[in-house]
């Protein structure tokens, strides 16, 4: 058996379940392994309130624990807040990403590392819906934006899935790389930044390789680090295009998949 020292999972949709909660069986499993000594590291396109109560309820708050946040764009040891990575998108692109909203007339959300700046030029964003519990939004029409706002690691349109279909096939700035975290929501990146480059910094400061890693994921924006893993897990949930790369299918999030999977594969 391979041995895997960092297990990473995709939250939305993987972990939690559709309520965007732990089952029991899945905190029990991931406290187990990480009282073993296995790194447990939530991986999410979610900024840093959005995994403070989850890192919370599995214990994941002792120094050597880290979480990815901003799929890739942010990485953190847990109990000191100590930054392993980090990067953000230029003024100059997000401006050109507000440019976007206008083309499309949608509204542009600008996500910061504890805030998220609503860019209300064309109407009320849905993002306030998907967005971590607790997350402080700050609106603005563009015009009005504070020239000092924190540094953006995101930019989010959330929409009806049809909408951001559209969006996905028509968005093409310089700089910028477009996934998808949600059926119902588009994610804009810095260029290059996704999860495998997160975990990539994280695993070369803790002086990893590649196949101690093992990975768990659903969607579009856990693409890079299922092909990057020593091993992939893809929820039976998960689109197509994830369960085709993935080198495991469990159950879905609804049935435990994850807490499955690793009971069989650590024989606990």
Known sequence: MQQFKLLAFDLDH?????????AEPTIQVLKTLHESGIKIVLC???????LTHLNAQLGLTQSGDYSVYFNGGLVKENATGETIFSQTMPEPVVQDVIRVGDQ???????VSANA????????????????????PFMFYPSNELPADHA???KCAVAAQPTVVDQLQNGVHVDGVSVTRSRR????????????RVGLEHLLKHLGYGVENLMVFGDEENDREMML????SIAVGNAIPAIKSIADRVTDTNEENGVANFLKKYFYL
């Open 228 to 231: 990057f893993a020593g091993l």
């Open 44 to 50: 999410s396109g979610r900024p840093v309130p959005g």
């Open 184 to 195: 119902e929501l588009l994610e804009l990146m810095p260029a290059g930044i996704n999860k």
């Open 151 to 153: 540094p953006v690691y």
């Open 116 to 135: 998220v700046y609503a860019i209300t030029d064309h109407g009320e964003s849905r993002y306030p819906l998907v967005a971590p519990h607790g997350m």
């Open 104 to 110: 499309f007339q949608v509204p542009i959300d600008l």
């Open 14 to 22: 993987t972990l939690l379940k559709e309520d965007g909660t732990l």
